[in-house]
């Protein structure tokens, strides 16, 4: 309707498009981190898994859920274990806590 009644294309994306977008928007993004986290296998076949600090981007690393994987799995120590599990779901809990009130934050400045 906006770029019916003389608004340019950019007025029309900045203006409409994107206030009424944002809500899908910051779901799929909150869903995709919560994804990355939790996706172990294809960390490990793709970072690789590493004890020591990366010196460089491409080096190998070690993420939580491959931590978690790893101690888990290998019974090096449970207690461990459930700490990084309890760790990654406040991590998840957090994200979309804040999520959740940057949107309903900027719904109310919006109406």
């Known amino acids: ?19 009424n977008a944002l809500s ?3 779901t799929g993004l909150i869903l995709g981190v919560g994804r990355s986290i939790g996706e172990t296998a294809a960390v490990i076949l793709t970072a690789g898994s590493s004890l020591v ?8 690393i070690r993420t939580m859920s491959v931590h978690f994987y790893i ?10 274990a459930y700490g990084t599990g309890a760790a990654l779901i406040l991590l998840v809990l957090a994200t979309n806590t804040l999520a959740h ?3 309903n934050r900027y719904v109310r400045r919006r109406t």
């Not at 309707?1 to 206030?19: A, C, E, F, K, N």
């Open 1 to 19: 309707m906006s770029y019916s009644l003389g608004g340019t294309r950019w007025q029309t994306v900045v203006r409409v498009i994107l206030p």
């Open 53 to 60: 600090m990366p010196g460089s981007l491409f080096s190998p």
């Open 71 to 80: 101690l888990a799995r290998e019974g090096i120590s449970m207690e461990m």
């Open 101 to 103: 009130w940057l949107l």
């Open 24 to 26: 899908g928007i910051f």
